[in-house]
């Protein structure tokens, strides 16, 4: 495995036991029928915490996203955040309570402008209580989260253009802004560099990067590219078949042998 850059962890003080855990998952488990794809998942993220979440295709990743923010309920096990229990509540009330996410496949409106999608993402963390629409002040101060949101990523300069025309780098960020439009405390960010080339991943990551940062917060993130993973995460959590098999810093997790083993199909 190639040395990567310093992680930016070590510019902060997120690595803190101590600190109350602003999510906790406890025997988390998804079945589909005889498939077990989230297996008695436990894990305690701090506040301000960068955590990646890793492990071969399949894995349950995705899954565990789903059953954190409410797309589909758990078998069995809990989900804490902010010290109140959310397991099961559906997805617009996880994100009333600040949990944002972006998905792995993109879920922009091509044709709408940046600003447009970062706008309308910020209306939609509140469209139960707002009026659609409804009101040039609400109107505004959603703009307004917007437009905070695509300084934070470096996406000002491209505001105006459609969303469809920027390019794939600009387009994984945007997403990453539309989440962090909703004010979140969390956001879960599903393989943001997918499909991007090498040279897009290592623009989108530097952006990242300082914005993780500058924002302070806290973050899970599904991510494949390991570099990726070493240059932006406090932490890591490895899950293989649906099960924690490693947790700890990166330089914890990249000296295990059973990660090793499990990437290098040696578990298979
Ligand atoms: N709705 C579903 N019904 C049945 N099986 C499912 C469902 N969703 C996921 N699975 C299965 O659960 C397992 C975990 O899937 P998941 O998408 O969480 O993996 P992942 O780690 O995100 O993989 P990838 O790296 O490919 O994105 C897989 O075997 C998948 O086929
Ligand atoms: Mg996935």
Not at 45 to 70: C, D, M, Q, S, W
Not at 97 to 117: K, Y
Not at 178 to 195: C, F, I, N, R
Not at 244 to 252: E, F, L, S
Request: aromatic fraction near 4%; include cysteine; glycine fraction near 8%.
């Amino acid at each position: 495995m190639a040395e990567t850059a310093a992680p930016h962890s070590q510019h902060r003080d997120s690595s803190s036991t101590t600190s109350a855990a602003l999510i906790e998952l406890e025997g988390l488990t998804k079945r589909y029928g005889a498939l077990v794809a989230v297996d008695n998942v436990s894990m305690r993220i701090a506040e301000g915490e960068v955590r990646a979440v890793i492990g071969p295709n399949g894995a349950g990743k995705t899954t565990l996203f789903h059953l954190i923010t409410g797309v589909v309920p758990p078998t069995s096990g809990r989900v804490q955040f902010a010290g109140e229990d959310i397991t099961g509540l559906p997805t617009h009330v996880t994100c009333q309570r600040g949990l944002s996410r972006t998905f792995q496949l993109t879920s922009l409106f091509p044709e709408m402008s940046a600003r447009e999608n970062a706008r309308l993402a910020a209306q939609a963390r509140h469209s139960r209580r707002w009026q659609p629409f409804g009101g040039a002040q609400m109107f505004a101060e959603a703009q307004r989260a917007g437009d905070v949101a695509l300084e934070q990523l470096s996406l000002t300069h491209v505001a105006g253009r459609p969303a469809g025309l920027l390019s794939h780098g600009d387009q994984r960020l945007l997403e990453v802004a539309m989440a962090m439009a909703q004010s979140p405390k969390v956001m879960l960010l599903d393989e943001p560099t997918q499909g991007l080339s090498v040279e897009e991943t290592a623009k989108a990551v530097e952006t990242l990067a300082h914005f993780l940062d500058t924002s302070r917060i806290t973050v899970m993130l599904v991510e494949h590219d390991m570099e990726v993973v070493f240059r932006l995460a406090h932490k890591i959590t490895v899950l293989h078949r649906g099960a924690v098999i490693a947790d700890g810093t990166p330089v914890d997790v990249k000296a295990s042998a059973r990660v090793q083993e499990a990437y290098l199909g040696g578990i298979e």
